[in-house]
């Protein structure tokens, strides 16, 4: 909406989406760019740049190379990433932080309807997030799911009745990892 009231010209335009592609600013301006950092942002947090990894791509190498520089000096990880391989990162990144997220969100529910505290679950999810820091998330994998344990898989979902929805995306993803894991 706004840009098309900004005069650009042919000065370097850049978004810093993971799923738009380079080519939707091309109208805009002759020098066009991305610098994508993968990273969640909120407010209020401070993060050290530095290890955020940044993806940048551009329509000319001498754009390239201004982002590079650019990006260079606020991350010590800058890689040149395509519009559809961005999208598949910006993809995978949702599932890794944004619904993973959720779920913490949905388990704190659960938890806050027992009045037990959801700071029980903070040793348990930061072994899971260490785990796949050395290990593949496959072989990482554990639960009633992976092994399909029908009669705890029940047992959860009969007590998930109280919890509208939560019944539903339970058994999708248990169904899902079970599915994945059968034939491994």
Do not use: W
């Not at 020098?31 to 940048?56: D, E, H, M």
């Not at 000319?60 to 650019?70: D, G, H, R, T, V």
């Amino acid at each position: 909406e706004v840009l098309p009231h900004v005069p650009i010209e042919d000065n370097l335009l850049v978004h810093c989406s993971g799923s738009i592609p380079l080519s939707s600013i091309g109208k805009y301006s002759k020098n066009t760019g991305v610098f994508y950092p993968l990273q969640t942002l909120s407010r209020n947090r401070q993060l050290r740049f530095a290890k955020i990894p940044v993806f940048i791509e551009a329509n000319s190498e001498e754009n390239l190379n201004k982002l590079l520089k650019i990006a260079s000096r606020i991350s010590r990880e800058v890689s040149v990433l395509d519009s559809k391989s961005r999208l598949n990162l910006h993809i995978a990144a949702v599932f890794a932080c944004n619904f993973v997220n959720h779920f913490y969100t949905i388990a704190f529910e659960i938890l806050k309807e027992k009045d037990i505290s959801f700071d029980v679950l903070k040793p348990l999810i930061l072994e899971t997030a260490q785990k796949v820091q050395t290990m593949d998330p496959a072989n990482a994998q554990t639960g009633p799911a992976v092994r399909f344990d029908k009669n705890v898989i029940s047992t959860h979902l009969e007590a998930l009745n109280g919890f509208p929805g939560y019944g539903d995306i339970y058994k999708k993803l248990s169904r899902s990892i079970y599915n994945y894991h059968k034939n491994r």
